[in-house]
């Protein structure tokens, strides 16, 4: 299976800007044959919970459609990430895009301590079967909660991702963790992260890819766009900067 993490420099609450920065990433993606790509935490709309509020959407709106297309044209499956609305609670959300399947949402379920007055808490777990592998997705502070990932692994996951914003002064303990989780469930493990600015903070890039052992990869550098794939099957790497 070939897993792609996607680091992308977000415009500030430019949801139009955003999905078409999106697409160009994916269309590199689908040229390398990729069956999922994971994007940033709130990769629509960059992470700014004071925005989120009026960015908010359904997750099943129409100006998402055009991921559907994509997933059933080109058979990937893709997840982005929305503030979204849900029974008057607002919430970070993964918005998941399968072939010929229906939308679905995962989200997130740990709040960082800051997010606590603006975000309400998401559901308690999201796995997805893509070409025979269970994968399971985290979104940020997910991944700090040990009870997060084992849950991942009583539950058959295989494959372990990660949709952060993550910056420079945070990114080595995220790092470390997630190798953690790698090598104590022997699950492949994806993280996705921002380039850039975002919310105030100084993005970390790095979007990286460990090994069942923990070992890392692979890792794209802290300034360029772009895609980092893993073959699963085995462990090969390919980098693909978008300038």
Known sequence: MKIAAAQIKPVKG???????????????????????????????TGYEPELAEQLSIDYKDPILDVFQKMADENNISITV?????????????????????????????HLFPTETAVFSKGDPFC????????ISLAICYDLSDP??????????SNIY??????????????????????????????MANFTGESGGYECAGKSSVWNTNGSLL?????????????????????????Y
């Open 14 to 44: 430019d949801i139009l800007k955003n999905i078409e920065n999106h697409k160009i990433v994916i269309e590199a993606a689908i040229n390398k044959n990729v069956d999922l790509i994971i994007f940033p935490e709130l990769s629509i």
């Open 127 to 134: 796995q997805l079967e893509i070409v025979q592998n269970k």
């Open 81 to 109: 990430g929305m503030p979204t609305k849900f029974n008057n609670q607002l919430l970070i959300s993964s918005i998941i895009f399968q072939p010929k399947k229906g939308r679905e949402v995962y989200s997130k379920r």
């Open 147 to 156: 009870m997060h990932s084992q849950e991942a692994y009583n539950s058959g």
């Open 218 to 242: 692979g890792q794209l550098n802290s300034d360029d766009e772009g895609i980092l794939i893993v073959n699963t099957d085995n462990d090969r790497i390919e980098k693909i900067y978008i």
């Open 161 to 190: 991702t990660a949709s952060v914003l993550n910056s420079v002064n945070g990114i080595d303990d995220d790092l470390a963790k997630l190798s953690n989780i790698a090598e104590k469930y022997h699950m492949h493990v994806l």
